[in-house]
T-cell receptor, first 118, second 111 residues
Framework: DGGITQSPKYLFRKEGQNVTLSCEQN?????MYWYRQDPGQGLRLIYY???????QKGDIAEGYSVSREKKESFPLTVTSAQKNPTAFYLC?????????????????FGDGTRLSIL | AQRVTQPEKLLSVFKGAPVELKCNYS??????LFWYVQYSRQRLQLLLR??SRESIKGFTADLNKGETSFHLKKPFAQEEDSAMYYC?????????????FGKGTKLTVNP
C-alpha cells in the first residue's frame, strides 16, 4: 500500500543514542499504530493513536515514545532506555468508520524499518 | 486477557494438498478476527476477515465461537501461498481499539 511510507528502511544506532523512525500516511486515516516484529514473536503493539494529539501505550511501550501532532505523521522514538531495540518496526494506519464507536477498517501497513545496534 | 494463539510455527505441505492454519483466541468481548499475510519481501496485508465471509485466493476461515477458533483453510495449496500468516483479533480498550496478533505460522508449499 503506497499510502504509508516508513523511513529509513535500515537504521543503525549506537549504544545510548535515541533514534526516531518516521511514518507518514496520505490515506487520511485517523488511527495509526506502531508494532515491533521479532522472529517467533509475531507483531507486538508499541503505541497507537486514534486521533491527533492523543495516543495510548500498547503492550511493550517501555523505552519508546511517540507524538501525533499531525494526522498524517506518527513518529516513533526508540530511546536509550530500550534495552533490546534491534528489531523490525512496522507502522500501520486505519480509518475510522463514520458514526461508529468501533469499527476501524483493517489496518494498512508500511514496508517497515529495520533497526540495528552498532 | 485477550490472546491469539497460533500453535504451529511452521507448516509444510505439498502443492495440491489441503492446508489448514490454526488460530485460537481468548477474548471476553464480541470477537472480530482477521488473517494477515506477508509474502517474501512484501508488506503485511489483509487476507480476509470473518465478518466478510469471503474467500480470498481460495482461502476461507470460519469463526467458531464455541471452540474460539478461526482456522484458515484452503483445499488445494499452491506454491505462491508460501508466506507468513498472522491471525489477529480486534480488541476494544478504553474507548479505542487495537489488533492483537498471534505469533504467526510460516507456510511452505513444496512443489
Amino acid at each position: 500500500d503506497g499510502g504509508i511510507t516508513q523511513s529509513p528502511k535500515y537504521l543503525f544506532r549506537k549504544e545510548g543514542q535515541n533514534v526516531t523512525l518516521s511514518c507518514e500516511q496520505n490515506l487520511n486515516h485517523d488511527a495509526m499504530y506502531w508494532y515491533r516484529q521479532d522472529p517467533g514473536q509475531g507483531l507486538r503493539l508499541i503505541y497507537y493513536s486514534q486521533i491527533v494529539n492523543d495516543f495510548q501505550k500498547g503492550d511493550i511501550a517501555e523505552g519508546y515514545s511517540v507524538s501525533r501532532e499531525k494526522k498524517e505523521s506518527f513518529p516513533l522514538t526508540v530511546t536509550s532506555a530500550q534495552k533490546n531495540p534491534t528489531a523490525f518496526y512496522l507502522c500501520a494506519s486505519s480509518s475510522q468508520l463514520p458514526g461508529q464507536i468501533r469499527g476501524n477498517q483493517p489496518q494498512h501497513f508500511g514496508d517497515g524499518t529495520r533497526l540495528s545496534i552498532l | 486477557a485477550q490472546r491469539v494463539t497460533q500453535p504451529e510455527k511452521l507448516l509444510s505441505v505439498f502443492k495440491g494438498a489441503p492446508v489448514e492454519l490454526k488460530c485460537n483466541y481468548s477474548y471476553s468481548g464480541s470477537p472480530e478476527l482477521f488473517w494477515y499475510v506477508q509474502y517474501s519481501r512484501q508488506r503485511l496485508q489483509l487476507l480476509l476477515r470473518h465478518i466478510s465471509r469471503e474467500s480470498i485466493k481460495g482461502f476461507t476461515a470460519d469463526l467458531n465461537k464455541g471452540e474460539t477458533s478461526f482456522h484458515l483453510k484452503k483445499p488445494f495449496a499452491q506454491e505462491e501461498d508460501s508466506a507468513m500468516y498472522y491471525c489477529a483479533l480486534r480488541v476494544l480498550q478504553g474507548g479505542s481499539e487495537k489488533l492483537v496478533f498471534g505469533k504467526g505460522t510460516k507456510l511452505t508449499v513444496n512443489p
